[in-house]
């Protein structure tokens, strides 16, 4: 099982995320905002007050909708971590 460490708005409807595993995660969530909880959400404005809920270990938004931290790894890509300038 995996939890979310950290989320950081991007742009649009997609998200930079830290998980357990040190993992740095991008999701982009516009084709999974479907059902009334999150219909609220495709309003960009609504949609940036996503935060971390560390007693979830997830992301939630202020209108109370949420997404599975094992949903939100299958459904990202990894990327690279800064490299140190040499």
Known sequence: MHFVK???YLSEYKLLLSFED??????????HLDGEVFELLKEIGNFKSV???ADL???VWKNGADMSPD???E????VAKSVPAA
């Open 51 to 53: 935060h971390l809920n």
């Open 6 to 8: 950290d989320v950081k």
């Open 22 to 31: 040190g993992s740095l995660r991008q999701v982009d969530l516009a084709p």
């Open 75 to 78: 459904i990202s890509v990894p």
């Open 57 to 59: 270990d997830t992301i």
């Open 71 to 73: 949903f939100l790894y």
